[in-house]
T-cell receptor, first 117, second 110 residues
Framework: GAVVSQHPSWVICKSGTSVKIECRSL??????MFWYRQFPKQSLMLMAT?????????EQGVEKDKFLINHASLTLSTLTVTSAHPEDSSFYIC?????????????FGSGTQLSVL | RKEVEQDPGPFNVPEGATVAFNCTYS??????FFWYRQDCRKEPKLLMS???SGNEDGRFTAQLNRASQYISLLIRDSKLSDSATYLC???????????FGTGTRLQVTL
């Protein structure tokens, strides 16, 4: 089946630094990728929808200047958490669709646990 | 009201037991429904889609009631390996996005 690779799996950083997370579709071209955030014991919350070659669409309440998304190719989307603070500590997961027939079938990356000290 | 609501549990059941999870959704325009399984600090994995006529996959049975906006998942003959969080997921075509419930935690014990 389709594979989505996400890395790093774990990041520990100091407050104020920026962290980049990569999401790659390995065996298919992903026209659309999604970025989610999940706090402990809570549901996955969609942060933004990333479309190849165009600007990402952010969900209400998500700061686009803080969470920079780049989808420069059909196989790679990146999420950069700029000037990270402890409240940004969370589990970030990407997913990808495209080449599968419908947007509703998604394949997820393995997630990135971000801890900001 | 949350778009997708689930009982967070935990449901603690002995091996071999039958357990059922319920989920309600608020958007009557929702088109597709899924159950995902998520292990701790791992990505969600699709367990099964939910069809209007109900569908079964081995020990797992999913039901959909559009009139009541209600979805269920039944697990028969529970295994230790079934211990996980089960996420109810709803797709709304107009918004082209999936909405996840908070999940129901299942713990199967010896």
């Amino acid at each position: 089946g389709a594979v989505v690779s996400q890395h790093p799996s774990w990041v520990i950083c100091k407050s104020g630094t920026s962290v980049k997370i990569e999401c790659r579709s390995l065996d298919f071209q992903a026209t659309t990728m999604f970025w989610y955030r999940q706090f402990p014991k809570q549901s996955l919350m969609l942060m933004a929808t990333s479309n190849e070659g165009s600007k990402a669409t952010y969900e209400q309440g998500v700061e686009k200047d803080k969470f920079l998304i780049n989808h420069a190719s059909l196989t790679l989307s990146t999420l950069t958490v700029t000037s990270a603070h402890p409240e940004d500590s969370s589990f970030y997961i990407c997913s990808a669709s495209g080449g599968l027939g419908t947007n509703e079938k998604l394949f997820f990356g393995s997630g990135t646990q971000l801890s900001v000290l | 009201r949350k778009e997708v609501e689930q009982d967070p549990g935990p449901f603690n059941v002995p091996e071999g037991a039958t357990v059922a999870f319920n989920c309600t959704y608020s958007n009557s325009a929702s088109q597709s429904f899924f159950w995902y399984r998520q292990d701790c600090r791992k990505e969600p994995k699709l367990l099964m889609s939910v069809y209007s006529s109900g569908n079964e996959d081995g020990r797992f049975t999913a039901q959909l009631n559009r009139a009541s906006q209600y979805i269920s998942l039944l697990i028969r003959d529970s295994k230790l390996s079934d211990s996980a969080t089960y996420l109810c997921v709803v797709y709304t075509g107009t918004a082209s996005k999936l909405t996840f419930g908070t999940g129901t935690r299942l713990q199967v014990t010896l």
